[in-house]
Every structure is written in C-alpha cells, then in structure tokens.
C-alpha cells in the first residue's frame, strides 16, 4: 500500500553513511534574521526520525517565521555531525536542542558534544557557544545524570512550552552574548524550565512540567516522510496523551498531568493526510487501548482505502471486531504487553491482566487471521520470586501450545515472540525508590525460563544483555553523581563497562539499594 515519497522529495545523502535517504515533508529555510535552532537526537537518523516527539518539535519550531529548525543525528561513522538541511556545522546555530526520550541516549549525547568541539560541561563553555538545551520524556522524569552538561532543561510538552522559548530567546539580545544573562532572562518568562547554573542540582522552588491542555488544538503526526526509518511504511498519529491504568512500574500515569484523548473529528485530517502520503496509518498513545473511539479510527481509515497499525495493546482492549480491522489492514502480528506470567504480581504492578482470558484472545485473533503473536514480559518486578519465573515459563509454553494446535488446524503457523526485559525503576512511579535485582540473579531467572522452554519450535524469544540493566538503571534513578560515570565512559571510548568497578559505590548507592522514606529523591523537586 506504501506510496512512492512524491516526486518533489530530495534525495540527501546521510552523512557519514553510505546509503541514500528520500525524505518529503522537510523544511528549508533562509537563515537571515531568523533565529536558528539546531534539533538533535542523540542517536541515528534511523532511530530518531522514528520518533514522533522531533517530527512534533521540528514542526513546531518551524511553523514560527521568525526560527528555522534543522535537525542533526548521531553520525554512524564517527564524522563530525552537522545539519541535515543545511549541512552546517552545529556551532553555527544559536540554540543546540536536544530531545531525549532513552537514558542510554546521553553517552550519546556527549558524544556529540565533543565531536562538536563544545566543551562537555555547561561551566566550561563560553557567552560565543550556542546554548545547550534538552527536554524529552526522559528528561522530563530525572534530568540529574546530564545536569552539568546541559544550559538549560525543558519539562513536559513541547507544545506548550518551544513557542515560549523561542519567543523569548528572540526577544534578548544577550544570545550568543551573554549567557548568563539569557539564562536568567528565560528563567524569568519561562515556567517548566530548569537552569542547573543559577538554581543549582536540587532547586529550592519546586518546578512543574508543562502539560498539554488542549489536547484537540495540536496535531502530532508525522511531519516528514522518510525512507529510512522504523515507521518507513506507516504514517504515525498520536491519538492519545497519558494513561489511566496506573501501572506501577510505568511513568506515564505519573509524569503526564492526566489522560487525554484526541477525538476522531480533529484527527481526520490527519487520518486522511496519511492514508494520502503513506497509506498506511499508525495510531500512538500510551492510553490507545482505553480510546473510546479507538474502533471508529480503525473504520474511518480502512474505509477511506487506508489501513491501520495499532502498537502494543492491553488483552482486555482485543475484540472479534477490531482483530477484523487489524486483519484488513494487513497486520499480521498481534502485540500485547503483558509484562508478567503470574496473577499475583500482575496485581502488585496494578496491570491486572486477567491471564486466564489470554487464551480466547490468541484463539480469535488466529482465527481471524492474525499469523503471529508478540508478548512483552518483565523480569526482576519489585516481589519476583522463583514462583512468579515458573509461572512465567508456564503460561508462554500453554500459550505456546494452544498457538502451535490452532495455527496447524487452520493451515499456516507463524511465529510466536516473547520478548524479556529487565525491570528498570523508572523516577516518579510507586517502584521508584525500589532496589534492583543484581544482574546474576535476572540471569539465573532467565536460564530458568529457558530450560523450561527447551525445544519449543516456532518460538523467538528475544532480550537484550542483562547487565545493561546497570547502565539503564543508574541513568534512570541516578543523582548529579552519575554524571562522573558518563564523563569517565565518554573519556573511555564510551565503554560503559570498563567503568563498573570504579564506580562501584555509586551502583551501589543507586540501585541496589532501598531507598527509606526520609531520602529525597534526587528527581523530587519536579512537580505535576
Ligand atoms: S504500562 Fe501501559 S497500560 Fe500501564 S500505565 Fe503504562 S501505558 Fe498505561
């Protein structure tokens, strides 16, 4: 169903790489008199471009005469990253602005900052530097770990709050001139903004992260369509912002002000701008499961020649009819997140999961003609025991089971996935100050699930190295210290490991061990 990017599209060629990108939806603009803004994500074009959070801030940006936005990525290569655009370098805008939604991104992130040639920490660099600023969802919950490196951070919605800044920034003449001046200047008309500089690494004042009110006043889409990303055959639409299920190990119930959903007779046009580009049309919400309108979107779109790609589901969300429109679109896989095997602790992450309901879903959705399933499991959840592993290892081979007898009566088999990730504790959740499970535990926890599924066929599972959860887990809850072991991994080749015995004590202090309820959390001084 994918369409041809039109005819208009420029063919870039990605610097410091060897392929070429078709890209339609860009936007070049004079630099005269504009303010120019830099917008990078710390990964690769491949990686960043999938993400809808720069589609909306580059636009946003962009939309306002007096900025032009440009973007730059991580170069695969080790070249010196510069504007996709413009090809210029990074040090010839006024604003550096990152967008962080992973904590493994910040390795990457100085990365950057030193192929750049600024100097990595904000005390170092002078009024002639651009400014650094960053925001994103990770920042958002705990930008401590990056706090020295940084001039300025943004929490919550970009929609809310990129106009402010660049209005603002326009307003002084202290860019590129004074930075302490700007600083001040921002800190004083701008709320939702953190300057580690002039307030120090926990302010005084709490500071509250912007929200999104209107959440029927802003489209986020794809704004450039691109042959060389994840969603390369899938035009994103964010339908929904927050969550109301208030999983405990999961920050968007928590970092979001509520839940709110965008509503079928604002979306259409996004809906029909996507089934024009791409053809295909993919829903995003962390809520997209709860959307009261989540069947009329599917209708709209597969009724409009379109199709529809919905990512993760809650079980409780999968009925006969929306199975048949996933069908009708093409989509073979089935995703749900079910985070974990055993009842008792889909209670105590309030998931609440009937698990024993999972298998009428497999069986309508193969029946209806989905050929594979994808399930996301937990491991390491605040209260695992060896019972909550075994029945883990049970309910996939029962699935399993089930998959593989329904698949061979109606002719076809496919693959069923089971994806394990650690538990990482995420800042603002009810698991926040939990300890972590050491890595040779989560290892003996997987063998376990392993051994139990020995000679299954058609079965994938996929996990990442267990002990990333270290690196994961220390960006994730750490404090202003944390920042030592980035600028020593940078320092050495960005080898993160090599590391781990010198900074023994901070791993220590900062997930292995419970938090009391007198500790200040080093993320506590954000509000909602
Ligand atoms: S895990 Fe999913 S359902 Fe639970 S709070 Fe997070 S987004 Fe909502």
């Not at 025991?385 to 996939?396: F, G, M, N, P, V």
């Amino acid at each position: 169903m994918r369409k041809n990017l039109k005819s208009t599209a420029e063919t870039m060629r990605n610097r410091g790489s060897s392929f070429s990108i078709r890209e339609d939806g860009a936007v070049k603009k004079q630099w005269r008199g504009r303010l120019k803004i830099c917008l990078v994500y710390p990964n690769t074009y491949y990686v960043g471009m999938s993400n809808l959070g720069l589609h909306a801030v580059y636009s946003l940006w962009n939309d306002i005469d007096e900025v032009v936005c440009e973007r730059a990525f991580l170069s695969e290569n080790g070249e010196t990253p510069r504007s996709f655009e413009s090809g210029r370098e990074l040090t010839e805008f006024d604003v550096i602005a990152f967008t962080v939604s992973f904590e493994n991104d910040y390795i990457h992130f100085l990365r950057i900052l030193s192929q750049i040639g600024l100097p990595l920490k904000s005390s170092d660099r002078h009024d002639h530097h651009p400014l650094v600023i960053m925001g994103g969802a990770a920042i958002s919950m705990n930008p401590c770990p990056v706090a020295p490196f940084v001039d300025c951070f943004v929490f919550g919605d970009g929609e809310e709050v990129v106009a402010d800044l660049a209005t603002t920034m326009r307003a002084t003449p202290f860019l590129r001139h004074d930075k302490k001046k700007i600083l001040e200047y921002l800190l004083a008309e701008v709320s939702g903004i953190f300057v580690p500089a002039l307030q120090g690494y926990f302010p005084e004042q709490p500071i509250k992260r912007r929200g999104l009110k209107f959440i029927n006043s802003f489209l986020t889409k794809t704004e450039i369509v691109s042959n060389f990303t994840e969603f390369s055959d899938v035009f994103l639409v964010e339908v929904s912002r927050g969550c109301p299920q208030k999983c405990r190990f999961c920050s968007v119930s928590y970092t979001e002000t509520s839940t709110r959903f965008r509503r079928l007779s604002f979306l259409k046009s996004a809906f029909d701008e996507g089934i024009e580009r791409v053809g295909r049309v993919g829903l995003l919400g962390a809520a997209l499961s709860d959307h009261p309108e989540l069947l009329d979107f599917a209708d709209y779109i597969v009724s409009r020649g379109g199709e529809v790609s919905l990512s993760s589901l809650r079980v409780e969300a999968v009925g006969p009819k929306l199975i048949e429109l996933l069908v009708h679109s093409k989509q073979k896989t089935l995703t749900l997140a079910l985070e974990t095997g055993s009842q008792r602790l889909q209670e105590v992450i309030h998931k609440r999961t009937q698990l024993d309901t999972l298998s009428h879903v497999v069986t309508t959705a193969l029946d209806a003609g989905v050929k594979n399933l994808k399930f996301y499991f937990i491991i390491g959840l605040p209260t695992e025991q060896t019972e909550d592993i075994l029945q883990l290892a049970d309910l996939i081979k029962r699935v399993h089971r089930e998959f593989l007898a329904k698949s061979k009566s109606l002719g076809h088999i496919g693959t069923l996935t089971v994806s394990l990730n650690p538990f990482i504790p995420k800042p603002t959740t009810p698991f926040e100050a939990c300890a972590h499970v050491r890595v040779e535990e989560l290892e003996r926890r997987f063998r376990l699930i392993m051994t139990e599924l020995e000679g299954l066929q058609r079965l994938q599972i996929n996990h990442e190295g267990w002990d990333t959860a270290i690196l994961q887990s220390v960006l994730s809850v750490g404090d202003v210290d944390a920042s030592e072991f980035l600028l020593a991994t940078h320092n050495d080749g960005d080898n993160w490991r090599k590391q781990v015995p010198r900074f023994q004590s901070l791993i220590e202090k900062t997930i292995y061990t419970p938090k009391t309820l007198s500790h200040v959390l080093p993320w506590s001084f954000i509000t909602r």
